[in-house]
């Protein structure tokens, strides 16, 4: 028996701590399969130390009276963790002997190497300006007031349900899969740039370089921010992308870093709804300054974007 454990912090400001249980059981197939069971959500009231979180941790599996059966603990990677599976280790569970029963999740970590990969390219990053120092126009002042943290982010979740709505309309799409979200606090940002190795020089007949995707990144943030927060621009982009039979949902969807695949997500929004955008952008009043409007070669490394991201969307 494995014990799950993952806190995140609700809209309203509410630490919790989540527990599921993972065993293997005999199934009517004639095999094990595995199974997963939610065994209590607390709210945290203190400073989320390593001792806390450890006891918090053993009342729970007390009350239940499973603390003999767990034979490991499956976490995110961050440091705090590893104290806390330390003060565990205290508690002499029969089967829990400490670090070497800890569980670091792989897909945490797989996440989080997308993130250092797309770092490089300017993602999850504010652009002022895809040309240059400063902002240039009202347009893009507009847009970086906007763009403030919402509390929704904190928690928000991809359903499977509103993905698959999204991957279903790409081919080799992976619809039927369940997608991973993850919150992560600037101090569970482990892996740096320097972490990487054996990367490739970049030369100028290349389709793309890291400039150039920075550029394009943040036109599609710039477009994806003005459609969520001025609902008159999200107004005309609806009725263009009826217009032009654009596919549902209409929308951009936010590139925020506390979402697993994110990314890959906004880029398939921007590709379903691309004929809209071409055109909304043009409207001097709704539309994006002319910094931010977008061409066919930003298109073209929209989808080539998603054919490397899906894999990591079908992993997570």
Not at 4 to 29: C, E, H, K, M
Not at 42 to 67: D, M, N
Not at 214 to 243: G, H
């Amino acid at each position: 028996m494995y014990l799950g454990l993952d806190a995140w912090q609700s809209p309203n400001g509410f630490d919790i701590l989540g527990t599921v249980i993972y065993r293997l059981v005999w199934g009517g197939s004639g095999d094990y399969e595995l199974e997963s069971m939610p065994l209590d959500f607390v709210r945290l009231k203190e400073r989320h130390t390593s001792e806390y979180l450890a006891e918090t941790v053993r009342q729970i599996v007390e009350k239940f009276g499973v603390q003999h059966k767990i034979c490991g603990i499956v976490t995110n990677n961050t440091t705090n963790n590893q104290k806390m599976v330390n003060e565990i280790k205290k508690f002499k569970w029969t089967r829990f002997k400490g670090k070497v029963h800890w569980v670091q999740c792989f897909a945490h970590i797989l996440n989080l190497i997308v993130q250092v990969i797309l770092r490089r390219f300017g993602s999850y990053n504010k652009e002022r300006n895809t040309e240059g120092g400063g902002c240039n126009s009202d347009k893009d002042k507009e847009l970086d007031d906007l763009d403030q943290d919402e509390p929704e982010h904190q928690i928000q979740l991809y359903s499977q349900t509103s993905v698959s709505i999204i991957l279903a309309n790409f081919p080799n799409d992976s619809a039927n899969h369940n997608i991973a979200a993850e919150l992560i606090e600037e101090d569970e940002l482990e892996l740096e740039n320097e972490d990487i190795n054996d990367l490739s020089d970049e030369d100028k007949c290349d389709a793309y370089t890291s400039q150039s995707c920075k550029k394009t990144l943040a036109k599609f943030r710039a477009i994806a921010l003005k459609l969520k927060k001025l609902p008159n621009s999200k107004a005309l982009f609806v009725e263009i992308c009826q217009e032009e039979n654009c596919t549902k949902p209409h929308s951009v969807e936010r590139d925020v870093r506390t979402r697993w695949n994110s990314t890959l997500v906004q880029l398939t929004s921007i590709q379903q709804c691309s004929p809209a955008i071409l055109e909304w952008q043009k409207d001097k009043q709704h539309g994006t300054s002319r910094a931010y409007h977008i061409n066919q070669n930003n298109l073209d490394l929209a989808r080539d974007l998603v054919n490397i991201l899906e894999p990591f969307y079908d992993i997570t």
